[in-house]
Structures are given as structure tokens and as C-alpha cells.
């Protein structure tokens, strides 16, 4: 029977698709070729698709309807890049199954960032 694999992109409209293309590029290191940015599935892992109550306060400061978060390799990394470049944490935590940091991106969109952990046997 056909069934969904996972997430296949996420896709954002925008005022100035160059500007915002070099912002993640800048920031966040995304690969941008042609404006897009592309990675191989991961090894191990999930990709998560989730609702929330559209009354939670998870997307705060945000008023957009949803929120991007991202896999990354080094959340102590990623939190010195995303400094470097100037831009501010909204705050950061560390959980058994992960470590996480937020911020906004130009155009209002939170990112969490979630370096994956395995949780303790």
C-alpha cells in the first residue's frame, strides 16, 4: 500500500528570496545553490511531523502558523555560528532526547535548532 516516507521540503514564500536565501546561508550555513538548499536523508533518527493546539504559546514569539525546526550535527557549534553572524538565541535547553536552541529568522519564523541525543539506556 503507498505511504508517506517523511518530510520532502519545506517551502516559504518571501518578499526577497535572494535576501533570505543568504540570511540562512549566513547564519545557519545552509548549502544555498540556486537559491534552495538540499541535504541527504539522515542515517539515524526521525523526522518529525507534529500539530499543536492553536492556542499554544510553543511558536512564541512567532504569529506564523508554524515553525522550523532543524537537525543539526553540533548545537554547541550551531549556537557560536548563529552568534557570530549577530543574530540572538531566544534561549536554549537540554532534554534526554535532545539539545535545542530558537531563534527568528528575518521574516518572523522561529527555528529550533535540535541536535538529536539517544535517550540513556
Known sequence: MAQVLGIGGVFVKAQDTGALAEWYARVLGFPTEGGHAMWPPPAGGFTLWSPFQATSDYFDPST?????????????GM????????????????????????????????????EHLEPPA
Request: hydrophobic share 45%.
Open 64 to 76: 506564523q502558523p508554524f515553525m522550523l525546526n532543524l537537525r543539526v550535527d553540533d548545537i554547541d
Open 79 to 114: 549556537v557560536a555560528r548563529v552568534e557570530a553572524a549577530g543574530e540572538a538565541l531566544m534561549g536554549r535547553q537540554d532534554e534526554s532526547y535532545g539539545r535545542f536552541a530558537w531563534l527568528m529568522d528575518p521574516q518572523g519564523l522561529k527555528i529550533e535548532l535540535w
